[in-house]
């Protein structure tokens, strides 16, 4: 069995069961370790693409904000089993000035709760992306988001057996006891389904009785993509474009009232200009996929890329007909619900995730949420 400070495929092994990335493209291990500094033109790039964005954000009248996700490591330095790591989010919040105020940088609210993130994973918990998006609906809002928090905190009652991105690597993996929200997700999703590459990837969100009649794009990588499914139930429509750019040509057509552009700490190794993004619908191309979305998907993006014109308005009156009858349908059979599904999946052919506890009602204490 491994120990502590050892590297394994990548893999360094913590403290209490906890598995750190120390591989990959983008020199996780020597960055926060501190033998690989942050080149000085990432951070004036950074804070360039952060004024550009907000200026053409407010211009077209929303409201803007970038995230930051932290690595495990700035969540949980305790576990971490070398010297004191590097946290290099802060740094880039701390050199962007002023233009700072538009960065929500969660590692504070991260830290001040417990298992945010996955001990055998490079991603956070359920519980971790349900306080992250409601740290951003609140700073998008401007409300408190306490009501919904305590909400979905209570249907955090499923637990599961997973050996993540990370346990997975190990010769001899390991497994952790996870607890993964049973929530149904409301209203209606999309996705491309691109298996083959990951930046390309979207996710359209629908959810008609969402507490805020409000649009969301959503620019980022895969952390924006989890936390996108927990804001679907606050947001009337919730745009996910995978990217680590931000596309105003994409935004323009979708007319959000609220962009976020987001990234995990680990991709600030390399800030690139926004003015190096590609056209975004030639992504899949780049990375030579064959792939065919549904007609259903192709339908809902022609509608939301066609803002205030029929094809928009004829998808919102078809998918309101459907939502009605879906509904309809539980009613008339309560006990049997069909979209019921863990709110985070992994994939099956990996053999990641197995249920180990059916949802149940348990007592649930408040975490700390703020």
Not at 85 to 100: A, C, F, H, N, T
Not at 101 to 121: F, H
Request: glycine share 6%.
């Amino acid at each position: 069995m491994a120990n502590p400070g050892d590297i394994e495929n990548g893999v360094l092994v913590g403290h209490n069961g906890y598995l750190f990335l120390a591989g990959g493209r983008h020199a996780v291990f020597e960055i926060v370790t501190g033998t690989r500094k942050i080149p000085g033109k990432s951070y004036s790039v950074f804070s360039d693409n952060l004024a550009r964005r907000r200026a053409w954000v407010e211009k077209a009248g929303a409201k803007f904000l970038h995230v930051i996700f932290p690595d495990k490591h700035s969540i949980v330095p305790q576990e971490w089993p070398l010297a004191t790591p590097v946290s290099i989010g802060q740094k880039y919040v701390e050199r962007s000035g002023e233009l700072g105020n538009s960065v929500l940088y969660l590692a504070e609210i991260l830290r001040k709760n417990k298992e945010p993130v996955s001990k055998v994973d490079t991603h956070l918990t359920d519980f971790g992306y349900i306080l992250a998006a409601n740290q951003i609906a609140q700073h998008l809002t401007g409300d408190s988001q306490r009501s919904l928090f305590q909400h979905l905190t209570g249907t955090l009652t499923k637990r599961v057996e997973s050996s993540g991105d990370l346990g997975s690597k190990l010769k001899t993996p390991i497994s952790a006891i996870e607890t993964i929200s049973s929530a149904s997700l409301p209203g209606k999703y999309l996705s491309n389904d691109l298996q083959t590459a990951n930046n390309g990837i979207i996710d359209l969100r629908f959810n008609p009785s969402a507490p805020y009649k409000s649009r969301l794009v959503i620019f980022g990588d895969s952390f924006g993509r989890f936390v996108a499914k927990f804001l679907q139930f606050s947001f009337k429509e919730v745009f996910f474009f995978r990217t680590p750019f931000f596309h105003p040509d994409v935004a323009k057509l979708c007319e959000p009232d609220f962009i976020v552009t987001e990234n995990v700490e680990r991709y600030l190794d390399i800030v690139l200009s926004d003015d190096d993004r590609p056209f975004f619908f030639m992504y899949p191309h780049f990375a030579g996929s064959t792939y065919s979305p549904s007609a259903e998907f192709a339908e809902a993006l022609s509608a939301v890329l066609s803002m205030q014109r029929r094809p928009y308005q004829e998808f919102v009156r078809k998918m309101s007909g459907e939502l009605a009858h879906s509904s309809r349908q539980r009613s008339d059979n309560p006990g049997k619900d069909s979209t019921r599904i863990a709110v985070r999946d992994w994939p099956a052919t990996q053999n990641q995730l197995a249920v180990v506890e059916e949802p149940r009602t348990t007592a649930f204490i408040p975490p700390r949420y703020c």
